[in-house]
């Protein structure tokens, strides 16, 4: 056979020498400057809030499709999932399929209902049958949560990959390469909003695209087409042998494994339909029907990346070799980037360096793009929810007002002092008009602490696998946001107790579980390695904490004394399934 030719031979070490690390580092300078030169010029054309947090909601299906994949294809998808598919094989595979899956769950029960239900955020749609602070304020803090998780795993691959760009295991490039992200990411939202990372989202899906389709190409040819030559190099080179290509190699030696790996997928395939960041890109588009076809193209673009995910996960192992990838990095996020100065030519030739430079400048900008939509998603929350719909929409006394001086209509709660409008509560949601400017101005000035609060966690976790540690976010979002929404979108007696239980009764129990997890203590790659005071046995904890979080809101709601609003979910209700009143 033709591919019989393809080296059988222990590959050799591939990391670059130090003459290949100016090209790099030119493309990362490129990269930096087209994305500013973006974020100035689209800063400048406006600062309403619609602006800021929706982009004006004029971007077509297409163009949101791509910005949706490009949020989604973080560098857990890049990095991470054919790192772990290097390091582990078959069970690698499966952290693709699961994000690939969730897809599904998006299409089918969010996409359209979320888009007319709601305005910028999660809470917008809670808000609209459950109007309260407090509902604000649980939704708002959980995403808020979920964002800053999902933003310490875009960082800690951005540590890994220009660790390996400078050529060093120096803990200060990392760390000065997290804080530099950090940085770039406020300045992008604080900047631009919503329209300049949408547009910076764009063109980095597209690069994405094409570096993947570049890199696998090149990789079918290596082997001449023969994929089964693939899967047994890679087999050979794993150092596990046949096992390599068998369930078990990281998930299933034990029952705790096992679980742990049901439970990995259970956070994946639900926990995509709770992200902040996935959801108020339903809000930059026009209509509901243009936010399900937006659904559509990022399911095509995203399922014909992870196809090709997995094949660079193989050619990696294959043509690096594992021992190799782990030496480089011991959580694989370095695979793809090594793989392209393999396919390139090889250590010291001039197209192995473009390649390598070229392939680690697209993961570079894939990080920039990503954690720009987090840290917006996360700072609208603060700023619309917490903010904005708890803290200063909370109920005032009337003070010298007096009673007699109440709104027409309006009614006193016993002993509050409040006035009440007879149709509706007293902590009535925003409008839109007033205090815009400075509901802005907050989330610009939370873009920076949440960065920060980003950039110290991220110095802790730098020898975690991104995949991994998105998986945790994943977890968090299907065990906090997803009971919310559901039972807000489709049960007619759901309260505000249960609401805010249902939040809580998710959020807090996976926290919890992590903190005492093998991911914290007690493992040598454990963010604590030296202590050990950890008693939950699984990694991922979203088999328990998923169940609580929709436990805890039939719990809230059926022992509440105020009971549903009928007429609100009614109105929900038509507003969800026709678009009639959305904004």
């Given at each position: 056979?033709?591919?019989?030719?393809?080296?059988?031979?222990?590959?050799?070490?591939?990391?670059?020498?130090?003459?290949?690390?100016?090209?790099?580092?030119?493309?990362?300078?490129?990269?930096?400057?087209?994305?500013?030169?973006?974020?100035?010029?689209?800063?400048?054309?406006?600062n309403?809030?619609e602006?800021?947090?929706?982009?004006?909601?004029?971007?077509?299906?297409?163009?949101?499709?791509?910005?949706?994949?490009?949020?989604?294809?973080?560098?857990?998808?890049?990095?991470g999932?054919?790192?772990?598919?290097?390091?582990?094989?078959?069970?690698?595979?499966?952290?693709?399929?699961?994000?690939?899956?969730a897809?599904?769950?998006?299409?089918?029960?969010?996409?359209?209902?979320?888009?007319?239900?709601?305005?910028?955020?999660?809470?917008?749609?809670?808000?609209?049958?459950?109007?309260?602070?407090k509902?604000?304020?649980?939704?708002?803090?959980?995403?808020?949560?979920?964002?800053?998780?999902?933003?310490?795993?875009?960082?800690?691959?951005?540590?890994?990959?220009?660790?390996?760009?400078?050529?060093?295991?120096?803990?200060?490039?990392?760390?000065?390469?997290?804080?530099?992200?950090?940085?770039?990411?406020?300045?992008?939202?604080?900047?631009?909003?919503?329209?300049?990372?949408?547009?910076?989202?764009?063109?980095?899906?597209?690069?994405?695209?094409?570096?993947?389709?570049?890199?696998?190409?090149?990789?079918?040819?290596?082997?001449?087409?023969?994929l089964?030559?693939l899967?047994?190099?890679?087999?050979?080179?794993?150092?596990?042998?046949?096992?390599?290509?068998?369930?078990?190699?990281?998930?299933?030696?034990?029952?705790?494994?096992?679980?742990?790996?049901?439970s990995?997928?259970?956070?994946?395939?639900?926990?995509?339909?709770?992200?902040?960041?996935?959801?108020?890109?339903?809000?930059?588009?026009?209509?509901?029907?243009?936010?399900?076809?937006?659904?559509?193209?990022?399911?095509?673009?995203?399922?014909?990346?992870?196809?090709?995910?997995?094949?660079?996960?193989?050619?990696?192992?294959?043509?690096?070799?594992?021992?190799?990838?782990?030496?480089?990095?011991?959580?694989g996020?370095?695979?793809?980037?090594?793989?392209?100065?393999?396919?390139?030519?090889?250590?010291?030739?001039?197209g192995?360096?473009?390649?390598?430079?070229?392939?680690?400048?697209i993961?570079?900008?894939?990080?920039?793009?990503?954690?720009?939509?987090?840290?917006?998603?996360?700072?609208?929350?603060?700023?619309?929810?917490?903010?904005?719909?708890?803290?200063?929409?909370?109920?005032?006394?009337?003070?010298?007002?007096?009673?007699?001086?109440?709104?027409?209509?309006?009614?006193?709660?016993?002993?509050?002092?409040?006035?009440?409008?007879?149709?509706?509560?007293?902590?009535?949601?925003?409008?839109?008009?007033?205090?815009?400017?400075?509901?802005?101005?907050?989330?610009?000035?939370?873009?920076?602490?949440?960065?920060?609060?980003?950039?110290?966690?991220?110095?802790?976790?730098?020898?975690?696998?991104?995949?991994?540690?998105?998986?945790?976010?994943?977890?968090?979002?299907?065990?906090?946001?997803?009971?919310?929404?559901?039972?807000?979108?489709?049960?007619?007696?759901?309260?505000?107790?249960?609401?805010?239980?249902?939040?809580?009764?998710?959020?807090?129990?996976?926290?919890?579980?992590?903190?005492?997890?093998?991911?914290?203590?007690?493992?040598?790659?454990?963010?604590?390695?030296?202590?050990?005071?950890?008693?939950?046995?699984?990694?991922?904890?979203?088999?328990?904490?998923?169940?609580?979080?929709?436990?805890?809101?039939?719990?809230?709601?059926?022992?509440?004394?105020?009971?549903?609003?009928?007429?609100?979910?009614?109105?929900?209700?038509?507003?969800?399934?026709?678009?009639?009143?959305?904004?």
């Amino acid at each position: 056979m033709a591919a019989t030719a393809v080296t059988t031979a222990t590959p050799p070490p591939v990391a670059p020498t130090g003459d290949h690390h100016s090209l790099a580092i030119v493309l990362f300078a490129v990269v930096v400057l087209v994305t500013l030169g973006i974020t100035l010029w689209v800063g400048r054309q406006g600062n309403a809030a619609e602006d800021f947090y929706a982009g004006g909601r004029d971007f077509t299906p297409l163009q949101n499709g791509f910005a949706l994949s490009g949020d989604y294809l973080s560098a857990a998808s890049f990095l991470g999932v054919a790192g772990l598919i290097a390091l582990y094989g078959y069970d690698g595979v499966l952290y693709s399929i699961g994000f690939l899956v969730a897809w599904l769950v998006v299409l089918m029960l969010v996409a359209e209902l979320v888009r007319n239900a709601g305005r910028y955020t999660l809470a917008d749609v809670l808000a609209l049958r459950l109007r309260r602070r407090k509902v604000r304020a649980a939704a708002g803090g959980a995403s808020v949560v979920v964002t800053l998780l999902y933003l310490v795993a875009q960082m800690v691959g951005a540590g890994s990959l220009v660790a390996l760009l400078l050529g060093t295991d120096s803990p200060h490039a990392r760390t000065w390469t997290i804080i530099a992200v950090g940085a770039l990411m406020v300045v992008y939202v604080t900047i631009g909003g919503m329209r300049a990372t949408t547009w910076i989202q764009i063109i980095k899906a597209f690069l994405l695209t094409a570096g993947s389709v570049l890199l696998t190409v090149l990789l079918v040819v290596r082997f001449h087409g023969d994929l089964g030559e693939l899967m047994r190099q890679a087999a050979q080179h794993s150092g596990a042998g046949h096992r390599y290509l068998e369930p078990g190699l990281k998930y299933g030696a034990t029952f705790t494994s096992r679980l742990d790996f049901f439970s990995l997928g259970l956070a994946l395939v639900l926990g995509t339909a709770g992200l902040p960041h996935i959801l108020s890109r339903f809000y930059t588009v026009p209509t509901a029907r243009a936010a399900r076809r937006s659904t559509m193209w990022a399911i095509g673009l995203v399922g014909g990346f992870y196809l090709m995910a997995i094949a660079l996960g193989l050619g990696a192992t294959a043509l690096v070799g594992s021992a190799e990838v782990r030496h480089a990095n011991p959580a694989g996020n370095t695979a793809v980037p090594l793989l392209a100065l393999v396919l390139g030519g090889g250590n010291g030739s001039t197209g192995g360096v473009v390649l390598f430079a070229l392939i680690s400048a697209i993961a570079f900008a894939t990080i920039l793009a990503v954690v720009a939509g987090l840290t917006l998603a996360s700072s609208a929350a603060f700023a619309h929810d917490i903010w904005a719909g708890a803290w200063r929409n909370r109920p005032r006394k009337p003070g010298r007002r007096g009673r007699g001086q109440q709104a027409a209509g309006g009614r006193l709660r016993r002993g509050r002092g409040e006035a009440v409008p007879a149709s509706r509560s007293a902590e009535e949601e925003p409008g839109p008009g007033a205090g815009e400017q400075q509901e802005v101005l907050v989330a610009r000035l939370a873009a920076g602490g949440i960065g920060a609060a980003a950039i110290v966690i991220s110095l802790f976790a730098q020898q975690l696998n991104v995949a991994f540690l998105v998986g945790l976010a994943f977890a968090v979002a299907a065990s906090a946001n997803l009971p919310v929404l559901l039972y807000s979108l489709f049960w007619s007696r759901f309260t505000v107790r249960g609401a805010v239980w249902s939040v809580y009764g998710g959020l807090v129990p996976a926290i919890v579980l992590v903190l005492f997890s093998p991911v914290v203590s007690g493992s040598k790659v454990a963010l604590f390695p030296g202590v050990d005071f950890h008693w939950f046995p699984l990694e991922n904890p979203g088999i328990v904490s998923i169940p609580l979080g929709f436990l805890a809101g039939w719990i809230g709601t059926v022992t509440s004394l105020e009971p549903a609003d009928a007429d609100r979910f009614a109105e929900l209700e038509v507003r969800a399934l026709t678009g009639a009143g959305a904004a």
